[in-house]
C-alpha cells in the first residue's frame, strides 16, 4: 500500500520483524534485570510480567486498529486487509500500552512510579531496534534532499536512522545514567525527538485534528504538556511551596 525507500534491498527478508524480535527479548531482558533493584517480591515480579506481556499483545492490537480511522484508504479495505495494510503506529501502542499498565499498577498494589521508571529503558530499547528495522525494510522514511556527503548521495533525510540512534543515546541516558524520575525524563525528551523529526518525514501518517501537524505530532505535544503539569503538580505538592 506505502512506498518504501530501504536503505538496503533486503527483498522479501523479514528485517523488520528481526529487529523488532531482537528490540524485545533485549528489552524484556533488561526488564527482569531492572525489577529485581525494586522492593518486590519475585513471585509478585513474575505475575507483574505476565501481566505487562498480556497488556504488551493488546497494545499492539490499538497499534494497528487505531491507524483503521487515521490513515487514509485503510477503510476501503476488507475487515482481513486491514489489518496487513494499516500497519503499527508507535505511539498508538505506547498509550495504551501506558494507561492499562498504569490501571493495572494501580489495582494490583504495585509501586506505581517505581516501576513505570523501570519501564522506561526497555522501552526506549525496543523501540531503538523497530526503528533500526524501519531504516532497513524502508519505511518512516524521510524527505528527498539529494545531498553529497563525503561522495555519496544522499537521497532522503535520513530521519528513521536518526532517530534509532538518539533513542539508543536516550535508552543510555534513562539505563545507566538518570537514578529516579525516568518516566518524567521520557516525557520531556523523547516527545521533543520526534515533534522535531515529523518535519523531515515524507511517508503517510494520515491525520488525527488537522493537517497542520502530524498524529505524532499533536501526541508528542500532549505527553510533553503531562510531563510539564507534572513538575507543576509535584512543585505545588512540595513542602518548600507550602512554607
Request: glycine share 6%; charged share 15%; hydrophobic share 55%.
Amino acid at each position: 500500500m506505502y512506498d518504501r525507500h530501504p536503505l538496503f534491498n533486503l527483498g522479501d527478508f523479514p528485517i523488520y520483524n528481526l529487529m523488532g524480535g531482537l528490540g524485545l527479548i533485549i528489552a524484556v531482558l533488561l526488564l527482569i534485570k531492572n525489577l529485581k533493584s525494586l522492593n518486590i517480591s519475585e513471585k509478585k515480579q513474575d505475575n507483574l510480567l505476565v501481566a505487562l506481556a498480556i497488556i504488551f499483545l493488546a497494545s499492539l492490537f490499538f497499534a494497528n486498529f487505531i491507524n483503521w480511522f487515521v490513515i487514509p484508504g485503510v477503510m476501503n479495505y476488507s475487515w482481513l486487509d486491514r489489518f496487513k495494510v494499516a500497519g503499527l503506529t508507535y505511539y498508538f501502542g505506547l498509550l495504551p500500552f501506558l494507561v492499562l499498565s498504569l490501571a493495572y499498577l494501580k489495582w494490583a498494589k504495585y509501586p506505581v512510579l517505581p516501576v513505570l521508571d523501570t519501564l522506561v529503558p526497555s522501552i526506549l530499547i525496543f523501540h531503538a531496534w523497530g526503528r533500526a528495522g524501519c531504516s532497513l525494510i524502508g519505511c518512516c522514511y524521510g524527505k528527498v534532499i539529494n545531498v553529497s556527503l563525503f561522495g555519496f548521495l544522499v537521497e532522503r533525510f535520513p530521519s528513521a536512522e536518526i532517530e534509532s540512534i538518539l533513542l539508543f543515546v536516550l535508552f543510555y541516558l534513562a539505563q545507566f545514567r538518570i537514578r529516579k524520575n525516568k518516566l518524567l525524563f521520557f516525557l520531556l525528551t523523547y516527545p521533543i525527538v520526534r515533534f522535531l523529526l515529523e518535519f523531515t518525514r515524507a511517508d503517510v501518517r494520515g491525520a488525527i485534528i488537522g493537517s497542520s501537524l502530524s498524529p505524532a505530532q499533536e501526541i508528542s505535544l500532549l505527553l510533553f504538556l503531562i510531563g510539564c503539569l507534572y513538575i507543576i503538580v509535584a512543585k505545588l505538592k512540595s513542602p518548600e511551596s507550602s512554607n
